[in-house]
């Protein structure tokens, strides 16, 4: 039997890559299910840890340069544009010897060379976006797609008019991730804190924030008499985040110091704290908005202020929609304002379940699946 070959492509961020990876694994259980033989391939130029992700997950990996083009004046951009006039030319080249039955496209650096070339071949794409206001590559990928997948209702509009069938599939969330998930008392106590006390989930995004670090780090004395704190600071943040707890530490009350952990970095093991936590503090990156959702937490999210095309701060006002979350902007993020929400959110565990319930509304379990069947199938479309 002819083996089906697709091929995926995006890079950049955890936001990219994580779909991309549980779609090839969706691909490939979909695949299996269906006795349907297939290739599954990355050409992109991602970060070599999540290459390696993809490889340890069955994905043929092949990398371009890459290049990011940027609308604003910047020396960066001598460098990127003939970075991406070569990425064209591997892509035509890794094409050829690959070509796929379909590519699937997140965006990010590296995945309109991808998407040009399957156009010269006339291979059917698929580009998914993540955020409720589409990226300048989805919205330049999406006029040489087939389908357009969105990830939140309200982006359908941004492609009327491209030619493309666009549909709502949700965001891809890792499978890995909802795995085996233990109850929330024992993920507590797996994490040494007290399984009686509630438990807020700081989320500044992999690389961090540091306007929420330091808005953490101001108001602890405030924050640690009534809650638990696990803190993901980033990694280029962390040793400065600790040796400034360490300070306020000596002014603390042991009691209290032993309610505050900091870590630089989830990776699957964030299920754990998600689902050890009462209550998530994050940024609302889409990738970060689907997986509070996914597992059914309360949030308060606090968009960038300078995020691209405000994107953050409209994925944060379309799921508030939903009644699951809160949103401070970055400028009322008053501690006084903030100290009071969370009393009153801990304080009624009536609003906590309803905004758990919430999520239901938002959440799309089967987005991969849907992709992958997409895939599999777009050439009898």
Known sequence: MKKTRVLVTGGGTGGHMYPIVSVAVELQTEALRNNIPLRVRYIGAAEKKYRDILADNGVEVRRILGGKFRRYFALANFVDIPKIAVSMIQALWK????????????????????????????????????DSVPSITSKFTGRFAKIIATSFE??????????????????????????NKLAQSKAKAFLEFDEELPLILILGGSQGATFMNDFVLDNLKELLPITQIFHQTGAINYETVGREFAVMGDELPPELVKRYKAIDYFDNDISIAYTACDLVVSRPGAGGIFEIAAFEKPSILIPI????NNHQMFNAIEYSKTGAALVFEEQNLLPHLFLERIKELFSDPNRLIEMSKATAQFYRPDAALKLAQILLTINEQ
């Open 95 to 130: 094409l050829f010897f690959f070509m796929p039955d379909a590519v699937f496209s997140k965006g990010g650096p590296g995945s309109a060379p991808v998407v040009l070339a399957a156009r010269f071949y006339r291979i059917p794409v698929v580009v998914h976006e993540s």
């Open 154 to 179: 309200s982006t359908s509009r941004y492609f009327e008019g491209l030619g493309a069938r666009v549909i709502l599939t949700g965001n891809p969330v890792r499978t890995s991730l909802l795995k």
């Open 305 to 308: 202020t300078n995020s691209a």
